[in-house]
């Protein structure tokens, strides 16, 4: 079956605009997360869904950041006022809840280049 | 806090050798531990995946050790290819199941 999706596969955007990011998880699976990877680092962990509902948004770096999952499928990332600092690539991932041990399948992830 | 922490940054071989490469965590209360392997420009792929109750998985040429109470990992690559060229993350998972905490990778380059 299909992967992990994530749209667009590179976004370029200027400094204070808004940008949403999408995320298609593997059919039939109840988890969602969202991570950053900065160059040369590992990911980081933003947000996790458990279907609608944000089960742990503690990752968020600030309230410019904001996520939605509203049918427990797929989701956006939104970022408002956007920063340089912001440039990265936005990993999607999601998995079963209860099945291979909460093994998390990541998307080719959406690079984002704020200028 | 769970701090995940790689050890080589970097490491280039000759085609052919075994190599192993070094993960450590700080809480040892984890859920699981996921390698990941990473192409450039790529996302992550999935290679082992090990429950907190065991101690080792295989596939393949790769084999994945876990002691939890020394907080440790190791990814063991057999007669390494060029393939094999790519950064390798280790990641925990939390006890609740849910957040990874990743390492900053080790970049291995198998050279021909």
């Known amino acids: 079956g299909a992967g992990v999706s994530q749209t667009p596969s590179n976004k370029v955007t200027e400094k204070g605009k808004y940008v949403e990011l999408r995320c298609d998880p593997i059919s039939g699976h109840t988890a969602l997360y969202w991570y950053r990877q900065s160059l040369g680092q590992g990911p980081e962990f933003l947000i996790y869904?458990?279907?609608?509902?944000?089960?742990?948004d503690s990752g968020l770096p600030n309230d410019r950041f904001f996520a939605v999952r509203p049918e427990g499928s797929v989701s956006t990332l939104k970022i408002q006022r956007t920063e340089r600092g912001d440039s990265a690539v936005y990993l999607c991932?999601?998995?079963?809840?209860?099945?291979?041990?909460?093994?998390?399948?990541f998307g080719p992830g959406t690079r984002l280049t704020v200028l | 806090k769970q701090e995940v922490t790689q050890i080589p940054a970097a490491l280039s071989v000759p085609e052919g050798e075994n190599l192993v490469l070094n993960c450590s965590f700080t809480?040892?209360?984890?859920?699981?531990l996921q390698w990941f392997r990473q192409d450039p420009g790529k996302g992550l792929t999935s290679l082992l995946l090990i429950q907190s109750s065991q101690r080792e998985q295989t596939s393949g040429r790769l084999n994945a050790s876990l002691d939890k109470s020394s907080g440790r990992s190791t990814l063991y690559i057999a007669a390494s290819q060029p393939g094999d060229s790519a950064t390798y993350l280790c990641a925990a998972l939390d006890s609740s199941g849910s957040r990874l905490t990743f390492g900053e990778g080790t970049q291995l380059t198998v050279n021909p």
């Open positions: 869904f458990q279907g609608t509902g944000a089960a742990d």
């Open positions: 809480d040892s209360a984890i859920y699981n």
């Open positions: 991932a999601s998995s079963i809840l209860g099945g291979r041990i909460n093994e998390q399948f």
